[in-house]
C-alpha cells in the first residue's frame, strides 16, 4: 500500500529537524563560526631562537585547538623585500628555517582549518650590530663538485681593520664549515673552499671581528633572491683531426652525470651548433681556411665557462714564404756579420804602426848592439 501524501511530508519534516540540530550541535561545539567563516585564533606563545653563523631561525609556538571542526594545520612564510617566500603548511608547532640576515626579514605563521587561514603572527628579525658594517655586494659562484667562491666589500661605516669571517652551513647535513683560504685587497674580500656536492641547500653567514659589525647570511635557495650561480667544470677538447670534409672533435667529460650537453662553437659566432650528448663530433668545414673551436658544458639551466680556443688551419702558407724567408736572411746575415766583424774591419782597414812603438823598437835594437862590444885589452894601451 502506498504512502499517503502527508505520511511523506512528516518524514521529510523530521529529515529537517535531524539536520537543523547537527548543525546547532556543531555551532555549540565550535563557538566559531560567523556567518559561514571560521574565526581562527592566531598562534600565541611564541619564541624564538636565531643561530647567526648558521642562518638559522628555530620558532616554537602553542598548539591550537579547534575542537571538533577540523584538523589545524599551520602556514608559515618569510617576508623579506616585501614579498613572502619559503611558504609551507604543515601541522607540527615549530619550524626551523634559513633567514637571510643583513636586511628586512619577517617571519610569519597562521592557522589553517577547512581551507581557511587565521591571521598572520609576525616576527621581526633584530637587526645586530652597527647599521652599514656589515659586508655588501656579497657574489657567490657554486663551481660545482669543486668549491665555492665568495667576495664582498666592507661596510661603508666600518673601519679599515675590521676583517670579516665566512662560515658554511648545510642544513641536511647538519655541517658547519668555516673558510680558511681568505684574500684581502684593501676593503675587498675574497675566500674559497672546497665543495664537493652535486646541490644541496646551503647558507653563507659572514660576520665581523667586533659584535659592532652587523652579520649577512646569503641563502643558496630562497624564492624571489635566487640561488647561487653555479658553474660546471669547463671540459677541454683533447683532440682534434682531419677527417672527410672537415674535422673530428674530441673533449673531456666534466661530470659522471647523465643527460649532459654540450655546445660547440665555431669561429667565435656567437651561436653554437645543434648540442649534442657525445663527448666528441664530426664537423664539416670550408676547405683551405682557418678555423677555431671551443666547447662549453650545459646541465638543465646550469652552464660552464667556454673551454679555450683551439685553432686548426689549412690554409696554403707558401705564399708567405718570401716574407718569412726575408727577414731570416737579414737575421743570419747581421749574426755572421758580429761574429766576424773585427777581421772584416782588418781586411777593410789595415793596421797604421804606431811611431812611437817602431822607435822604441829601433831604440831598444841599438842599446843591445852597444851592450855586445868588448872592451880593448890592458896590454893594448898607449904607454
Not at 609576525?122 to 658594517?133: D, K
Not at 665566512?166 to 685587497?185: A, F, G, S
Not at 674530441?250 to 657525445?278: F, R
Request: with cysteine; charged share 20%; hydrophobic share 35%.
Amino acid at each position: 500500500m502506498k504512502a499517503s501524501p502527508r505520511s511523506r511530508s512528516g518524514d521529510e519534516m523530521g529529515q529537517v529537524n535531524i539536520m537543523g540540530t547537527l548543525v546547532l550541535l556543531l555551532v555549540t561545539l565550535t563557538g566559531t563560526v560567523q556567518g559561514g567563516t571560521l574565526a581562527l585564533p592566531r598562534p600565541s606563545n611564541v619564541s624564538y631562537t636565531l643561530n647567526e653563523t648558521r642562518c638559522q631561525l628555530d620558532v616554537v609556538w602553542a598548539p591550537v585547538r579547534m575542537e571538533g571542526a577540523c584538523d589545524v594545520e599551520y602556514r608559515s612564510a618569510i617576508r623579506t623585500g616585501g614579498n613572502w617566500v619559503g611558504d609551507v603548511f604543515f601541522t607540527n608547532t615549530s619550524r626551523t628555517v634559513q633567514v637571510p640576515l643583513g636586511k628586512e626579514v619577517v617571519f610569519g605563521v597562521r592557522t589553517v582549518c577547512q581551507k581557511q587561514e587565521g591571521e598572520w603572527l609576525n616576527i621581526s628579525l633584530p637587526h645586530n650590530g652597527v647599521p652599514g658594517t656589515g659586508a655588501v655586494n656579497v657574489s657567490c659562484v657554486w663551481h660545482i663538485e669543486r668549491y665555492l667562491e665568495c667576495s664582498w666589500l666592507r661596510g661603508e661605516n666600518a673601519s679599515r681593520d675590521t676583517n670579516y669571517s665566512l662560515t658554511l652551513w648545510i642544513p641536511d647535513l647538519k655541517r658547519e664549515q668555516p673558510c680558511t683560504n681568505y684574500t684581502k685587497q684593501g676593503g675587498a674580500f675574497r675566500c674559497a673552499f672546497g665543495l664537493k656536492y652535486v646541490w644541496t641547500e646551503l647558507s653563507i653567514s659572514i660576520q665581523g671581528n667586533s659584535k659592532d659589525i652587523q652579520p649577512v647570511c646569503i641563502l643558496s635557495e630562497i624564492s624571489g633572491e635566487g640561488r647561487f650561480p653555479v658553474r660546471l667544470k669547463t671540459p677541454s677538447i683533447v683532440n682534434i683531426t682531419k677527417n672527410n670534409g672537415g674535422v673530428f672533435l674530441n673533449w673531456t667529460k666534466p661530470s659522471l652525470w647523465s643527460g649532459m650537453n654540450y655546445d660547440v662553437e665555431i669561429n667565435n659566432s656567437g651561436s653554437a651548433i645543434k648540442p649534442t650528448h657525445n663527448t666528441n663530433m664530426s664537423i664539416s668545414l670550408k676547405p683551405k681556411a682557418r678555423h677555431t673551436f671551443r666547447v662549453r658544458a650545459k646541465f638543465n639551466n646550469w652552464t660552464s665557462d667556454w673551454s679555450e680556443v683551439v685553432d686548426w688551419d689549412e690554409r696554403d702558407h707558401t705564399s708567405c714564404i718570401p716574407y718569412i724567408l726575408a727577414p731570416l736572411c737579414v737575421a743570419v746575415l747581421t749574426v755572421v756579420f758580429l761574429i766576424y766583424r773585427k777581421q772584416i774591419k782588418e781586411m777593410v782597414l789595415p793596421t797604421i804602426p804606431e811611431p812611437r812603438n817602431f822607435l822604441e823598437q829601433m831604440f831598444d835594437g841599438e842599446r843591445e848592439d852597444y851592450s855586445k862590444v868588448k872592451p880593448a885589452p890592458e896590454d893594448t894601451k898607449l904607454s
